[in-house]
């Protein structure tokens, strides 16, 4: 039996892929990434070869151990991220142990971030930041924004209205902003739909907002280290 495996190592900026290579050899994947955000390079390939979406959500990246200055004047920061490789036979992988695998090795590695993988509603799987270092650059556990309960009004208006009212409750519960950032806005400003809930898990209400569109969409809640918030971008599976 062939085993599962994973490994990693960190390079410099000038190294970074636009995207993860993916090759297959003597019946093993092979996927290769170099991003300031491998591990989601990594989802974004498994999406492209096995149709798998998958939401992501940041920790918070506070500690110069997980951060990396951009070239340039501006001071800019990013998350500071390097190479991230993983393997598994190529046979029908199944979504949920071949996420395990990608997840366990990833929070083996030296990239910045330790990550949760969770299943969700309608076959859903979604993989939550949940630790990284912090001011004092010890590895520490966070609170995750979009477990916050929340509530929001039922009422039937544009899905770009439910996203906005979710991030607003968010950003006041935790103190962090939330902001949307990339989104099909022609799509979700013209899908009217009753969504809202009392006390139900700010995760919950943006998979029902998402799903009441009718397509298939999917979520990178991205921390900028610049701002110290977030910015929730929303992507559209394209058809093959």
């Known amino acids: 039996?062939?085993?599962?495996?994973?490994?990693?190592?960190?390079?410099g900026s000038g190294s970074?892929?636009?995207?993860?290579?993916?090759?297959?050899?003597?019946?093993?994947?092979?996927?290769?990434?170099n991003s300031p955000r491998p591990l989601l390079q990594i989802l974004d390939a498994l999406?492209?070869?096995?149709?798998?979406?998958?939401?992501?959500?940041?920790?918070?990246?506070?500690?110069?151990m997980d951060l990396v200055d951009t070239s340039g004047g501006s001071h800019s920061r990013l998350p500071g991220g390097g190479s991230f490789s993983v393997e598994f036979p190529a046979g029908a992988p199944q979504e949920e142990k071949i996420l395990h695998l990608v997840v366990d090795s990833y929070n083996r590695s030296k990239n910045p971030g330790r990550f949760e993988l969770r299943p969700g509603a309608q076959g859903v799987f979604y993989v939550v930041g949940i630790?990284?270092?912090?001011?004092?650059?010890?590895?520490?556990?966070?609170?995750?924004l979009f477990d916050l309960p929340i509530t929001v009004a039922a009422g039937e208006k544009p899905i770009t209205a439910t996203l906005d009212l979710i991030c607003q409750e968010v950003t006041a519960q935790s103190h962090t902003a939330v902001t949307i950032g990339?989104?099909?806005?022609?799509?979700?400003?013209?899908?009217?739909?009753?969504?809202?809930?009392?006390?139900?898990?700010?995760?919950?209400?943006?998979?029902?907002g998402l799903m009441a569109t009718h397509h298939t969409l999917y979520w990178r809640l991205l921390f900028d280290p610049n701002s110290k918030g977030y910015f929730l971008d929303i992507h559209t599976v394209r058809s093959s």
């Open 47 to 64: 999406q492209q070869k096995y149709g798998w979406v998958v939401d992501y959500e940041d920790p918070q990246y506070v500690s110069q």
């Open 1 to 11: 039996m062939v085993a599962f495996q994973g490994f990693s190592q960190t390079q």
């Open 182 to 208: 990339v989104s099909p806005r022609a799509l979700l400003d013209h899908a009217p739909a009753k969504v809202g809930g009392a006390k139900v898990a700010a995760r919950d209400l943006l998979l029902q």
């Open 16 to 33: 970074y892929l636009k995207q993860a290579a993916i090759s297959e050899s003597a019946g093993i994947v092979h996927l290769t990434a």
């Open 131 to 144: 630790a990284a270092h912090n001011e004092k650059d010890a590895i520490s556990s966070q609170p995750v």
